[in-house]
């Protein structure tokens, strides 16, 4: 009895939202399904009739990314005073996946610039750094980037080989930083460099530095397999000088921002690849109804139902999996371990879906006329970038052995 | 100007929504059925909501008549008083959604079981016509009609209760102070009419494109008043003259003939008694 109160507390109260409860697994608030509506229907009408071709011209849709600026939506978490919605992190899961659903590239532009740009800013941030870098980045006109992974590390962010050195009343950064999403499309980074090489990652600092600036240029757009409308490139930095001012945080606090950091964007990908998903199984059942094979519909035939009901079970198992992340989150309680499990569910559950949803459109499934094909592309990276799938392992088990610990 | 603009909001089967009629064929099913508002409603919240940015209207008070739905209660940790008026335990989809695209406040009239399912034009029409006196309204906004029932009826017999002008299928409505410039689409093409407020418009497809709701309208909807009235405190009387007999599906699309020469085919049509 003791235990059942004690793990309802657990999940429980947050002040000024409500009880967060187990209920709201059930059935979303109010605020949270008119938005999630919204989204959904943005995403249907706007995104869903150009999403092949922005993936076939690698175009950024910039048309869509102010408009959805306009609606809150790049910057869901910022307080109405700086900007943004001044919504929690539920409401931005829900809309990550519902634009997703739509288009791939344009679910994970709002995701870097919500979660990896926005989020550090806001919370590590001087009142001063918010003004200049977090405002202008809430209507759509601007995004921005997180450029922590260099060419020598991906998963290793604790070998940052890109050096920052004060010189006068200036920081000088020299290094390169590799697979940077949105950086063609960006006006300002949020950088990793090391300020003492002997603390280690102790000695890791992050940095604003706008974009264009001198001494910051950008390496050819990588060619992806997907999420082709969103850019991704190299940012090379020679003796690239910024305020000192420019500094997030207090020195050798980068590898912290970048961790905490990459524990909320892991959710905003989660909710991209339960978008993807999503979208993979809304267009394997739509064939399953409609293709006849063997004198009736498809979907009669259990190979096909089988597939299609393991195919909803991995996508809603994620999505819980992906809430209860947020609302962990929105209550201020740790979600570390429920982050990096949503992460990884959900962009299993990606590839697996796409990968079924191809099998269940046979040939149709392997050719651009139906969006198949982009969806099993799309979910890819998904299961790489924020954190590898193993990398998730990794963490899930730190936290299962700390809560065993002897 | 001061104006204060009603817009009717209409709660209906979502358009892409595949209709199936029920077995006991005396309507369609509507349990577990996407609704949504009616497009040429949100149309109509759209003209008002515009309207109100150009400060040409002071109020928007957005109306739609039905059931209490008691889904998605929150859960609140405010107390909740016993008062109908409470936001927090009435939800009303539509008006919500009207809410978040602009309009100030909303009015939910109250009808249920089998008064929700007989109520049609007429009786809509008593009530809005109740309304706008009630509430001073100088201004009526509808859409031109629903695409549940296509009664095209609800803005003309508005219109006609209260003794006001109408503007119907308006494609284009410009408002300089107390009279409104109405540019119509008729079968012929496009009639430009002026009108005297206070005045009833219909909306038309074309009449403008309506806003996606904004996360911050989204959240202010939320504190947004909604007040409950019945159809009797009103003085409207909701039951209906029309009984419904039969509701079917449309017969199903045979397969054509072909013929060789017109000779043929005239001495098919004759045999078919259709010339």
Redesign the interface.
């Given at each position: 009895m003791a235990a059942l109160f004690t793990a309802r507390r657990a999940l429980g109260?947050a002040g000024g939202h409500?009880?967060r409860?187990l209920?709201q697994l059930a059935?979303l608030?109010?605020?949270h399904?008119?938005?999630r509506q919204?989204c959904r229907?943005?995403a249907q009408k706007e995104l869903v009739p150009i999403a092949a071709q922005l993936d076939k011209e690698h175009k950024f849709p910039a048309k869509q990314v102010r408009?959805l600026g306009?609606?809150?939506?790049m910057a869901?978490e910022v307080p109405?005073s700086l900007g943004g919605?001044?919504?929690d992190y539920l409401?931005y899961s829900l809309?990550v996946e519902e634009l997703s659903r739509g288009c791939a590239s344009t679910g994970v532009i709002v995701s870097v610039n919500n979660s990896l740009y926005l989020g550090p800013v806001l919370k590590f941030g001087t009142e001063e750094q918010k003004k200049q870098w977090i405002t202008p980045f809430t209507t759509g006109e601007k995004v921005g980037c997180f450029a922590l992974s260099e060419p020598g590390n991906g998963s290793d962010a604790g070998a940052a080989s890109t050096l920052a050195r004060q010189e006068g009343d200036e920081w000088v950064l020299n290094g390169t930083k590799a697979w940077i999403t949105n950086c063609w499309d960006a006006s300002a980074t949020v950088v990793f460099a090391t300020t003492d090489k002997n603390l280690k990652h102790k000695g890791i600092s992050a940095f604003l530095v706008p974009m264009p600036h001198p001494g910051l240029s950008l390496g050819k757009k990588e060619d992806k397999l997907g999420i082709r409308a969103s850019s991704t490139a190299n940012i090379i930095l020679e003796d690239c000088r910024i305020p000192l001012g420019n500094m997030l945080g207090a020195r050798g606090m980068g590898f912290k921002i970048a961790m905490q950091t990459l524990d909320s964007g892991r959710i905003g990908i989660a909710a991209q690849a339960l978008g993807i998903a999503q979208a993979a199984l809304d267009c394997a059942a739509d064939y399953a109804h409609k293709r006849t094979a063997f004198g009736a519909p498809i979907g009669k035939l259990q190979a096909i139902q089988f597939k299609l009901a393991d195919m909803a079970l991995a996508t809603e198992s994620a999505r819980l999996l992906t809430w209860k992340a947020s609302m962990l989150r929105d209550a201020k309680k740790p979600f570390t371990k429920e982050a990096a499990m949503a992460k990884l569910a959900a962009s299993e559950a990606a590839t697996f879906v796409s990968h079924q949803a191809i099998q269940v459109l046979g040939g149709m499934g392997y050719v651009t006329d139906m969006p198949a094909e982009r969806h099993y592309r799309d979910a890819r990276i998904t299961e790489i970038y924020e954190g590898t799938s193993e990398i998730q392992r990794l963490v899930i088990a730190n936290n299962i052995l700390k809560e065993y610990q002897q | 100007m001061s104006a204060r603009v009603l817009v009717g909001v209409k709660r209906v089967i979502d358009y892409a929504v595949k209709i199936r009629v029920k077995p006991d064929h005396t309507g369609v099913v509507t349990d577990g059925v996407k609704h949504s508002m009616n497009p040429f409603c949100e149309i109509a919240v759209e003209e008002a909501v515009k309207l109100k940015e150009k400060k040409l209207v002071k109020e928007v008070v957005a109306v739609s008549c039905g059931p209490q739905q008691a889904q998605g209660k929150e859960i609140d940790l405010q107390i909740i008083s016993n008062k109908r008026m409470t936001v927090g335990f009435i939800l009303q989809e539509t008006i919500r959604t009207a809410l978040a695209m602009g309009a100030d406040r909303g009015i939910h009239v109250e009808v249920s079981g089998k008064d929700y399912e007989t109520l049609g034009p007429l009786q809509v029409s008593k009530i809005l016509a109740a309304l706008a006196k009630k509430e001073e309204a100088n201004l009526i906004i509808l859409g031109k009609q629903a695409i549940d029932d296509d009664c095209n009826q609800t803005g003309q017999m508005t219109a006609a209760l209260l003794d006001w002008p109408q503007g119907t299928f308006a494609s284009e409505v410009t408002m300089d102070r107390d009279m409104l410039k109405v540019v119509r689409e008729i079968d012929g093409g496009l009639e430009t009419i002026k009108i005297k407020m206070p005045a009833v418009l219909t909306a038309d497809l074309r009449l403008n494109t309506p806003r996606y709701a904004t996360l911050p309208n989204i959240m202010k909807a939320k504190k947004k008043k909604i007040t409950t009235v019945k159809p009797g405190d009103l003085g409207v009387d909701v039951s209906s003259r029309l009984e419904v007999l039969n509701v079917e599906e449309p017969p199903q699309r045979l397969a054509g003939v072909k013929v060789e020469t017109v000779d043929d085919l005239v001495g098919k049509l004759k045999e078919a008694g259709k010339i």
């Amino acid at each position: 009895m003791a235990a059942l109160f004690t793990a309802r507390r657990a999940l429980g109260v947050a002040g000024g939202h409500g009880v967060r409860c187990l209920s709201q697994l059930a059935e979303l608030p109010e605020l949270h399904q008119m938005m999630r509506q919204t989204c959904r229907d943005y995403a249907q009408k706007e995104l869903v009739p150009i999403a092949a071709q922005l993936d076939k011209e690698h175009k950024f849709p910039a048309k869509q990314v102010r408009e959805l600026g306009a609606m809150g939506v790049m910057a869901i978490e910022v307080p109405e005073s700086l900007g943004g919605a001044g919504m929690d992190y539920l409401a931005y899961s829900l809309a990550v996946e519902e634009l997703s659903r739509g288009c791939a590239s344009t679910g994970v532009i709002v995701s870097v610039n919500n979660s990896l740009y926005l989020g550090p800013v806001l919370k590590f941030g001087t009142e001063e750094q918010k003004k200049q870098w977090i405002t202008p980045f809430t209507t759509g006109e601007k995004v921005g980037c997180f450029a922590l992974s260099e060419p020598g590390n991906g998963s290793d962010a604790g070998a940052a080989s890109t050096l920052a050195r004060q010189e006068g009343d200036e920081w000088v950064l020299n290094g390169t930083k590799a697979w940077i999403t949105n950086c063609w499309d960006a006006s300002a980074t949020v950088v990793f460099a090391t300020t003492d090489k002997n603390l280690k990652h102790k000695g890791i600092s992050a940095f604003l530095v706008p974009m264009p600036h001198p001494g910051l240029s950008l390496g050819k757009k990588e060619d992806k397999l997907g999420i082709r409308a969103s850019s991704t490139a190299n940012i090379i930095l020679e003796d690239c000088r910024i305020p000192l001012g420019n500094m997030l945080g207090a020195r050798g606090m980068g590898f912290k921002i970048a961790m905490q950091t990459l524990d909320s964007g892991r959710i905003g990908i989660a909710a991209q690849a339960l978008g993807i998903a999503q979208a993979a199984l809304d267009c394997a059942a739509d064939y399953a109804h409609k293709r006849t094979a063997f004198g009736a519909p498809i979907g009669k035939l259990q190979a096909i139902q089988f597939k299609l009901a393991d195919m909803a079970l991995a996508t809603e198992s994620a999505r819980l999996l992906t809430w209860k992340a947020s609302m962990l989150r929105d209550a201020k309680k740790p979600f570390t371990k429920e982050a990096a499990m949503a992460k990884l569910a959900a962009s299993e559950a990606a590839t697996f879906v796409s990968h079924q949803a191809i099998q269940v459109l046979g040939g149709m499934g392997y050719v651009t006329d139906m969006p198949a094909e982009r969806h099993y592309r799309d979910a890819r990276i998904t299961e790489i970038y924020e954190g590898t799938s193993e990398i998730q392992r990794l963490v899930i088990a730190n936290n299962i052995l700390k809560e065993y610990q002897q | 100007m001061s104006a204060r603009v009603l817009v009717g909001v209409k709660r209906v089967i979502d358009y892409a929504v595949k209709i199936r009629v029920k077995p006991d064929h005396t309507g369609v099913v509507t349990d577990g059925v996407k609704h949504s508002m009616n497009p040429f409603c949100e149309i109509a919240v759209e003209e008002a909501v515009k309207l109100k940015e150009k400060k040409l209207v002071k109020e928007v008070v957005a109306v739609s008549c039905g059931p209490q739905q008691a889904q998605g209660k929150e859960i609140d940790l405010q107390i909740i008083s016993n008062k109908r008026m409470t936001v927090g335990f009435i939800l009303q989809e539509t008006i919500r959604t009207a809410l978040a695209m602009g309009a100030d406040r909303g009015i939910h009239v109250e009808v249920s079981g089998k008064d929700y399912e007989t109520l049609g034009p007429l009786q809509v029409s008593k009530i809005l016509a109740a309304l706008a006196k009630k509430e001073e309204a100088n201004l009526i906004i509808l859409g031109k009609q629903a695409i549940d029932d296509d009664c095209n009826q609800t803005g003309q017999m508005t219109a006609a209760l209260l003794d006001w002008p109408q503007g119907t299928f308006a494609s284009e409505v410009t408002m300089d102070r107390d009279m409104l410039k109405v540019v119509r689409e008729i079968d012929g093409g496009l009639e430009t009419i002026k009108i005297k407020m206070p005045a009833v418009l219909t909306a038309d497809l074309r009449l403008n494109t309506p806003r996606y709701a904004t996360l911050p309208n989204i959240m202010k909807a939320k504190k947004k008043k909604i007040t409950t009235v019945k159809p009797g405190d009103l003085g409207v009387d909701v039951s209906s003259r029309l009984e419904v007999l039969n509701v079917e599906e449309p017969p199903q699309r045979l397969a054509g003939v072909k013929v060789e020469t017109v000779d043929d085919l005239v001495g098919k049509l004759k045999e078919a008694g259709k010339i």
